[in-house]
């Protein structure tokens, strides 16, 4: 059976501009602009930004301030935008060993060369409410001090001179692109990577947070974690050669992880890396935790059955915007679907109740 | 006598700053007398997809897109100018490419005074002031000498 | 790279985009339909047609290969230019542009995998002339039959032996384009 309704039409368009005025809210109350958003809601851009895989914080702001502060819908719009757009090319690989770091800390190395700084940090806050914000936003201006300029180098770095610590090796392969090509298992670590850097923030924690707690067992220090801007480059062929373009501020993270050895590796310590727009630095902890236990085949390590080491179950489940599109469908109508299987357990019922009417009289 | 590679450096150098200005500080250093132009290619909006290095050193990966703009034009005279901006802004692209094309003309010295210095220094500022503040962040760590080491 | 070279795109890149797409698309899809298709102005010796497919069609995506007096510096420049498309050999093309004598053999170039019949090749063959008569034209798209004036029929035929695996083709004389997708069965007359 084949149920046409009709009327959706009007009812739709309401909707949609009760939608726009519930965005707006109470209008004796100023609207905001999309350069607040962008300036003053910034980590909520920046996750935008990272996750919806397009560098422009006035879009991402924009998309913020349409979605209502629903940064999953924000995201939907930042990807559904960036399909429009055409693609001139591939960067350079960003340097970030040349970044201006804003902030650089490590948890194995008190020395490292470039020093520890802390930069625009909420780890030493007490997590009280400052009710002063409610009041007024008066900000003095942040202390400073002599900028050495010297080069800030990767900490990773000083383990690898001793050998101690695993390398990756150089290559110019071009990686596969998940935004071009379809998934296909089992991913390289590159695939693997480009896939959590756009995945979800609270998937990703979640999925670090259980090898934390034991399922995946990689017991994992920040060596090292970065944020601050580094120049985008890319080849332009008209000119045979390569300029900057601009200049994105990222997260790195990469973690150092004991490692007894297997039958392939010598015992050392091995690395998980995250890289993400912005500065998302929960997000870059959480990437090159659960990329580490991604690369428990590769290092000849057991498969202990944890989630996190389940690559199919990571990947295929990290991405939000592909989730909300498939749990949220659910909602829409299904009027046939149910029909036939409303009829289906209408016949079921029947044949059950009349097997039960011929067991009662025989 | 400069060589091909000092000027591909040089050029790199002004694109650079080019692409990074702000398009409002840009356009108000825009020389008053603009020379006539023809769009090879009308400013474009797409992106440039980022990629990063596995372990920061290993095999390229895709992080995700930037916008870029982008715009070529040719002078009278011939010169042809580029530009790749980061951002949508089609104006920001077609002056870098008309002060990347008079770069390669007799006014470039003028245009390196009037357009390029003061947004290099304006760059410049922005960075010093960042970092400064970042470096009053940095930890000073203190090791107390113990007891027994007196 | 010379400034020629980086003329001839299109003026105004949102309509006529669209507009060459819709041309490339009809000719494709109602094989034996001849389509005007004339925005681009690429250099000698490249068709205004085949310039107009390259600049719809082609981005950093998709590998060409130039066969023959096509493979010369100002064609190859201006497809950079105003494309991006990387140059390859036959075997990578997903486009390859040329006479047919040039292109010749045609089983060089790549027809899809049972998985992904969609990764083949697309030929744009320059023609002396195009004309709608010539080889018996039928199959999905054709209402009875169509004429095309090619410039073979045995390696067409082959082709479309192959389906759902095989090349398409378009034929581009001037600022005008035919299409001849692997799905036509093609008949001499």
Redesign the interface.
Known sequence: MYVAVKGGERAIDNAHAFLAEERRGDTSVAELSVAQIREQLRLAVNRV??E?????P??AALAIKQARGDLIEAIFLIRAY?TT??????????D??AM????RVSATF??APG??????TFDYTHRLLEFRLAADGVVPP????????DAVP?I?GFLNRDGLIE??????????????EPMELPAS???R??AL??GDEGFILSMAYSTQRGYGRTHAFVGELRIGTV??E?D?????????????E?T?C?TVNQFKGSKTEPPQFT?G?G???GQTERKAIAMSLVDRALRWKELGEDNTGAPAQDEEFVLMHADNVQATGFLEHIKLPHYVDFQSELELIRKLRAEAMSALQKEAAE | MTTDSQKNDDRKAWMGVLARAKPDALAALMPADQPDHVLLRAPEIGSVMVRGRVGATGAPFNLGEVTVTRCALRLACGTVGHGHVQGRNRDHARQAALIDALMQTDRAEAIRTQVLHPLAQTEQAARHARAAKAAATKVEFFTLVRGEDK | MTTDTLMGGFTDPARQSASAFRACLTALSRPGHIQALSFATPPAPMSVAAGGLALTLLDGTTPVFLAGALDGASVRDWLTFHTGAPLVGASDATFAFGTYADLLPLDRFAIGTPEYPDRAATLVIEVPSLETRGAHLTGPGIKDHAFLSLPAIAPFQANHALFPLGFDAFLTCGDRIAGLPRSTIVRDV
């Not at chain 1, 020093?115 to 625009?120: E, R």
């Not at chain 1, 942040?142 to 300029?149: E, I, V």
């Not at chain 1, 332009?236 to 994105?248: D, M, Q, S, T």
């Open positions: 930004m990272a919806g895989s397009l560098y422009d006035d879009l960036r757009l055409p693609r001139f090319g591939a960067s350079r690989p960003l970030t060993a201006a770091v804003t902030r008190k020395d020093g520890q700084i802390l930069g625009p942040a202390p400073t001090a002599l900028a050495t300029g990767h990773t390398t990756d090796t150089p290559s110019d392969d071009i990686p596969p692109d998940l935004t071009r670590r590159p695939l990577l480009q850097a756009r120049e985008v890319m332009i062929p008209e000119l045979g050669f390569a300029v900057c373009i601009g200049e994105v990222v790195e990469e690395r890396y890289l993400t727009f």
